[in-house]
């Protein structure tokens, strides 16, 4: 099995769409996500001028990915997390590690004085990430309202 993690490119947003639409239909998301859309989201994304990704190839198949955006603040550069994904048939065996650390170190090399992420508050996705160091925020929260 080769196994390889190179940058995300446009060519494969309809293989990020399907992925994407899997892993967030599923545990601990359960949101509906259509393929056709999770491709425009991932679309937009990567069209950022600002767009950072990589993905995780198995055997030349695209099996995750991990994209983010960084943006300027008054103390530096930080990078949000907006999604890692991996197809439900490749979970658990250490892509979402390989790709979250690939991209941190990547980051740091890059500058950045911090990242960020929003994720799911129950179930395995905290102790995930608190293992890289990530924590709850304590001086901001995300608000939201309907329209």
Same mark, same amino acid.
């Given at each position: ?6 940058? =995300? =490119? ?13 892993? &967030? ?39 995750? &990915? ?11 550069? =930080? &990078? ?6 991996? *197809? ?17 170190? *990547? ?11 929003? =994720? ?7 102790? &995930? ?19």
């Amino acid at each position: 099995m080769s196994n390889a993690i190179r940058p =995300t =490119t446009l060519d494969h947003v309809k293989v990020y769409g399907k992925i994407y639409a899997a892993a &967030f239909s599923g545990e601990p998301w359960n949101d509906p996500w259509q393929a056709s859309d999770a491709v425009v989201h991932v679309t937009e994304l990567l069209e950022s001028k600002q767009a950072y990704g990589l993905e995780y190839v198995v055997d030349g198949q695209v099996a995750g &990915f991990i994209i983010g955006t960084s943006m300027l603040f008054h103390y530096g550069r =930080t &990078f949000e997390i907006n999604d890692l994904a991996v *197809d439900p048939a490749y979970q658990r065996q250490g892509i979402g590690r390989k790709l979250l650390e690939h991209c941190l170190s *990547d980051i740091k090399a890059q500058g950045m004085v911090g990242v960020h992420l929003i =994720t799911a508050g129950e179930g395995r996705l905290p102790a &995930f990430y608190e293992q890289y160091g990530f924590k709850k925020e304590q001086r901001v929260m995300l608000m939201g309202r309907e329209m």
